[in-house]
C-alpha cells in the first residue's frame, strides 16, 4: 500500500540516513524489527520508547563525484495514521521540524549533516495492520530548482513501542456455554490480561453432554476496527487454531487448555487510537459435533507488552 508521502525523486544525488546512540550506530545499540513498509518491501527497522531522543546524521553524495547545489535542507520527525480503505484518509499527530542547511550555491562532492530530536513524546505504538498503519518516520527535504530535477525527499523508518506494568488486579476468565437439555461446559482462563509472551492456562469442564461432540479447538481472533461511524470498518483474522481435544467427551470430564503466545505475530490491544482505530484479540472456543455443526463462544483477552528479558 502506497505512502501518501512523497518517495525519494530519481536524482544524481544518494541520501543516506544514519540513526545513533551518542557514536555508535543502533544497529548496534536498540533491537531491529522487520516492519512491512509497502506490499512487497520490508525494512529493518530500530526501536524507540516514549521521551527517547532521535539522532543522527544524514549523508548525502554525488554519484558522479561533482558539486550541488540545492535551496536548503530541513528534516522532519512525523507521526502519522494511514486508513488504507480511503487514501484522503491520512491524520499526521505529530510533526517536527529542523533546518539541516541553509541554502548554498555549491557544495563539495558530499557532506555529513547531524541531527537531533531530544526527548521525544512518542504517544502510541506503532502499528502495521490490515487496513490502518501507524507510523514514525524520518522525512529529509532538500529543495532544488526544477532544473535540477525538483525537491528531493527521503524517508526513513522507527519503529516505536510501549511497555507496561503488569496489572495489579488479573481477574480470571469464567464462562458457560449450553443448549438446553443438549450441552453444558464451564471454561475457565487464569486470567484475562496476557503479555505478549505469556502463556494461557486454562480447564474446560463438562457438565451435561447430549450431542456427539467430534472435536474443539480454541483460536485467538484478532479484530480491527478502523474509522468512526457510520464510516467504521470491521476486519477479523485467526492469528492460530490450536485443537484442546479430539473425539467424544463424557460427562464430568476436564480438558486442560496451554497456550503459549510467544510464538505467534501479536501486538498489544488498542483502544481507540487516536480515535481512528482499535485492535482486540478474542479467545474462541469451537466445539464441532459429527454433523459438523459449529458451536462457539468468544471472550475478549487484554494484550499488553513489558520489556524482553
Request: proline share 6%; with cysteine; hydrophobic share 35%.
Amino acid at each position: 500500500m502506497a505512502s501518501w508521502l512523497t518517495p525519494l525523486l530519481t536524482s544524481s544525488l544518494d541520501v543516506d540516513v544514519r540513526l545513533l546512540d551518542g557514536n555508535v550506530s543502533t544497529d548496534e545499540t536498540r533491537k531491529q524489527v522487520e516492519v512491512k513498509i509497502e506490499k512487497d518491501r520490508k525494512e529493518i527497522c530500530p526501536v524507540y520508547f516514549d521521551g527517547e531522543t532521535v539522532q543522527g546524521e544524514v549523508v548525502i553524495r554525488s554519484r558522479d563525484g561533482k558539486k550541488w547545489a540545492h535551496d536548503g535542507i530541513r528534516i522532519e520527525l512525523v507521526g502519522g495514521i494511514e486508513l488504507f480503505y480511503d487514501r484522503n484518509q491520512h491524520h499526521p499527530f505529530q510533526s517536527l521540524s529542523r533546518s539541516l542547511a541553509p541554502p548554498t550555491p555549491s557544495n563539495a562532492p558530499s557532506v555529513v549533516l547531524p541531527f537531533s530530536f531530544p526527548n521525544v513524546e512518542k504517544p502510541y505504538e506503532s502499528y502495521h495492520g490490515i487496513n490502518v498503519r501507524l507510523r514514525y518516520f524520518l522525512r529529509i527535504t532538500m529543495n532544488r530548482r526544477m532544473a535540477s530535477g525538483g525537491d528531493l525527499i527521503k524517508e526513513k523508518e522507527i519503529f516505536v513501542q510501549s511497555y507496561r506494568i503488569a496489572p495489579e488486579v488479573n481477574n480470571a476468565l469464567k464462562m458457560e456455554v449450553g443448549i438446553e437439555d443438549c450441552l453444558h461446559i464451564e471454561f475457565e482462563y487464569n486470567k484475562s490480561k496476557y503479555h505478549l509472551k505469556d502463556v494461557i492456562v486454562g480447564k474446560i469442564y463438562f457438565l451435561l453432554v447430549r450431542i456427539k461432540i467430534k472435536h474443539m479447538e480454541l483460536s485467538i481472533i484478532r479484530r480491527e476496527t478502523t474509522g468512526t461511524p457510520p464510516n467504521q470498518y470491521n476486519e477479523s483474522e485467526t492469528i492460530t487454531k490450536f485443537e484442546i481435544m479430539d473425539g467424544a467427551p463424557v460427562r464430568g470430564e476436564t480438558i486442560p487448555i496451554r497456550l503459549f503466545l510467544g510464538g505467534f505475530d501479536l501486538t498489544p490491544t488498542f483502544r481507540d487510537v487516536a480515535k481512528r482505530f482499535s485492535t482486540r484479540y478474542y479467545l474462541n472456543l469451537v466445539l464441532v459435533d459429527d454433523e459438523n455443526r459449529r458451536y462457539f463462544k468468544q471472550q475478549e483477552a487484554v494484550l499488553y507488552r513489558i520489556p524482553d528479558n
